[in-house]
């Protein structure tokens, strides 16, 4: 089976630093994947780690570990405008079709 | 360049009509993938095309099918709606070679099924 868990909510503050962390069990692993969606629009990519390590991008950030099923975003710096859903997503094996978790709610304020 | 463009925006069908989905990928994609997401919820994959063949599919009934055209374009065509249809339908688009590993996602199409 697959399945990829992540917490439902969580509330920071701005200029703060959050961790949103993923576990998942997936029967093939050919990537992880972190979207970022604002409410009534399309998934944005944000990144994307198929090695174990962390893989930086401004103030975002994303590490991924293999052996533990474990992945988590790192955001830096936050501003009002990261209030969103943040989505992570395994990669199935040999094909593009992506398994998402139900995504976490992140609320920013001031 | 135009990114994964889906029509129409919005619909609203009745219990039991017959509803069809349009996507057209990314300039330079081949593949194209659904996704339905209801609210609170993440997508979930529907199925995938490429070169006009369903590659893979996930675990949704035969109500839904697709199409995809010479073009790289897709369609999504759901029979017999239910109200529980109703929901964000994302169409995202990919090269399968090559070295990019994203899929570029639409605007999607919010379906209502009264």
């Known amino acids: 089976g697959q399945n990829i868990d992540q917490p439902t909510e969580m509330t920071a503050t701005e200029g703060a630093i959050v961790q949103i962390n993923c576990t998942y069990q997936?029967?093939?692993?050919?990537?992880l994947f972190w979207y970022q969606q604002h409410a009534g629009e399309a998934p944005t990519f944000l990144s994307y780690?198929?090695?174990?390590g962390l893989e930086e991008k401004g103030r975002f950030s994303s590490f991924l570990s293999r052996s533990k099923g474990y992945s988590y975003l790192l955001l830096k710096e936050l501003q009002m405008k990261d209030s969103a859903s943040y989505l992570c997503?395994?990669?199935?094996?040999?094909?593009?079709?992506?398994?998402f978790g139900t995504g976490t709610r992140l609320l920013v304020s001031p | 360049d135009a990114g994964v463009t889906q029509s129409p925006t919005h619909l609203i069908k009745t219990r039991g009509q017959q509803v069809t989905l349009r996507c057209s990928p990314k300039?330079?994609?081949?593949?194209v993938s659904w996704y339905q997401q209801a609210l609170g919820q993440g997508p979930q994959f529907i199925f995938q095309?490429?070169?006009?063949?369903?590659?893979q599919r996930g675990n949704f009934p035969d109500r839904f099918s697709g199409h995809q055209f010479p073009n790289y374009s897709s369609e999504l065509n759901v029979n017999a709606l239910l109200l529980g249809d109703s929901a964000l339908y994302l169409c995202?688009?990919?090269?399968?070679?090559?070295?990019?590993?994203?899929?570029?996602f639409g605007p999607g199409t919010r379906l209502t099924v009264l």
């Open positions: 995202a688009s990919s090269l399968l070679s090559g070295g990019s590993n994203e899929q570029f």
């Open positions: 997936t029967s093939g692993f050919n990537g």
């Open positions: 095309y490429y070169e006009e063949e369903e590659r």
């Open positions: 780690n198929v090695l174990d």
């Open positions: 300039s330079g994609h081949d593949t």
């Open positions: 997503a395994v990669r199935d094996q040999g094909f593009q079709k992506l398994v």
